[in-house]
């Protein structure tokens, strides 16, 4: 019943080849996991693909700097802790070609979550089975006790036992999160622990997040998931085990992978589309996957000249997208270390910017030997939903003394250095956006998106749904010259308690 699905399968009537690689010429731009997908899968079948990355290097929100710390040590910085769970089936079968076995992935060991209210839990050792995950959780959280059970109104907590991709929009894309967890009617302790972080984790507030969409959620990571909630981590920093990687095996598949290169105007013409690169020639393909974020999505099609008559729906729908909220990611390198019982990723709930904290001295090999080298220790704060009102060093230095008041050993720790960001390009998920979201099919003939952001049948989120459009938009292209799709694996797409639908 919950065994992975066959969400696209393959054909064994058509070729697996494009049978004609002038037909088959692709610009992909955003080198994130989005667009390295799409390339790869279009490069492995014979297109001709250049890929276009703004930024130094390839991985978007998995990307990488390097940084040279005070003692003169070369370091790797990564734009963020990021969790690979396992039923992210179609990242992983991309992750294979790197490495068949996955030998560069650890369990990161728990998923716990803290909070300076109340005793913290650990989610991650739970079974895997649906409803048995479910059952042991109210056995054994102290966050679902008798007296607050009783309180709990079942016809709207079932909602998420009942997730349909149809159903489920339909009748909650216009609440809030904040006004289903009212619904539900669980404690505070158990909308706080179970809930609110989880909906930050998406890089919304539960008051701006869509029900339906926070449904949805569930039913991935875990009221349909077979895999449970155990996540894995790099062994290194992802430079090296990721990015590296993969632009070899672009490049040995015969794609150009350009960084550095900022689209700035995309044009569509008799013969497909023309590229403008800031400072380079243009480029010009048959076809065009644009796997960039919102704001970068935005502002490409914003200064396209005629883009509106060309896609009148795309552009409007990308003209309105919702924004998440801004977030922030510091990485501090000290003196000294904290509670060696501290997992390596911790999830924090109610306080007012601290939504986790990461121990990458602990998961990572170049963050290990530095803290080695330096008796130290390498932590990354992250906030994943920030006030609108506060700058980055501001919420730096309020996350720092939270983190001392959840821990309060932090506070004898000597920072030596910090690297700190604040972004405002995640996806936002407003309630009633679901409708005007575009998906992978766009109505520019030859032009696909893809992204984390982008609409999927397919359950999916995050890096996952950023893989998924990837395959999806590389197999129109495929569709179009006549060869075979890429395969696509998924949880079942609707919930054990959905009605069937007619």
């Known amino acids: 019943m919950f065994a992975p699905r066959t969400a696209v399968a393959s054909r064994s009537d058509l070729p697996r080849q494009v049978p004609d690689e002038a037909a088959a010429s692709v610009v992909v731009v955003g080198g994130g996991v989005a667009g390295v997908t799409a390339a790869l899968v279009l490069a492995e079948r014979g297109a001709k693909v250049e890929l276009l990355e703004a930024a130094d290097a390839l991985g978007g929100r998995l990307g990488t700097w390097p940084r040279t710390l005070p003692d003169g040590t070369r370091v790797t910085v990564e734009h963020g802790y990021h969790g690979f769970f396992r039923q992210y089936y179609t990242l ?32 991650s050792d739970l079974p895997t089975t649906p409803l048995a995950n479910l059952a042991a959780l109210v056995w054994k959280s102290p966050s679902f006790r008798l007296r607050d059970l009783r309180k709990v109104d079942g016809r709207e907590a079932l909602a998420m036992l009942r997730y349909d991709p149809v159903r489920t929009f ?32 998406f890089f919304n507030t539960e008051q701006r997040y869509s029900a339906a969409e926070f449904l949805a959620m569930c039913h991935f990571y875990f009221t349909g998931n077979p895999e449970g909630l155990g996540m894995d981590v790099p062994i290194d920093q992802y430079a090296a085990t990721i990015w590296e990687p993969f632009t070899r095996l ?21 013969g497909g589309w023309a590229v403008g690169v800031e400072g380079g020639p243009t480029r010009t393909a048959r076809h065009l996957v644009v796997a960039t974020d919102v704001p970068a ?56 910017i601290l939504d986790s904290v ?21 932590i990354e704060l992250h906030s994943y939903a920030c006030p609108h009102d506060a700058s980055r060093d501001e919420l730096v230095a309020e996350m720092r ?38 998906g992978v099919v766009t109505d520019a003939r030859g032009l696909r998106l893809a992204g984390d952001w982008v609409a999927s049948d397919i359950p999916s989120a995050l890096m996952e749904r ?28 609707r ?5 069937s639908t007619r």
């Open 358 to 378: 990461t121990l990458f001295h602990r998961i990572e090999a170049e963050s290990a030997a530095w803290a080695r080298s330096a008796g130290g220790s390498v």
């Open 297 to 352: 999505t935005r502002a490409l099609f914003a200064r396209s000249p005629g883009f509106p008559t060309i896609a009148p729906r795309l552009a409007s729908a990308v003209a309105d997208m919702p924004g998440g909220e801004p977030y922030v990611v510091a990485r501090l390198w000290c003196r000294g270390d904290v509670d060696p019982a501290h997992a390596p990723f911790t999830g924090v709930t109610r306080e007012r």
């Open 170 to 201: 339909a009748e909650h894309d216009h609440r809030t999160t904040a006004e289903l967890l009212d619904a539900f009617g669980f404690s505070e302790r158990g909308r706080a622990m179970l809930f609110e972080v989880f909906a930050h984790s």
């Open 92 to 123: 992983r079968d991309v992750l294979r070609r790197i490495d068949p076995d996955l030998s560069f992935l650890r369990d990161v060991g728990g998923y716990p979550v803290e909070s300076r209210e109340w005793e913290s839990e650990d989610f």
């Open 401 to 438: 003394r939270e983190l001392e008041g959840l821990w309060p050993e932090f506070a004898d720790l000597e920072v030596l250095d910090v690297d700190a960001h604040l972004y405002d390009n995640a996806p936002g998920f407003d309630p009633g956006s679901h409708a005007r979201r575009p």
């Open 466 to 493: 950023a893989a998924v459009t990837g395959v999806l938009a590389a197999n129109d292209v495929l569709r179009e010259v006549g060869a075979a799709p890429e395969p696509i694996r998924s949880i079942a797409p």
């Open 495 to 499: 919930g054990i308690l959905a009605r």
């Open 250 to 270: 672009l490049e040995k598949h015969g794609a150009t992978v350009t960084t550095g290169a900022r689209a700035n105007v995309v044009v569509s013409g008799q």
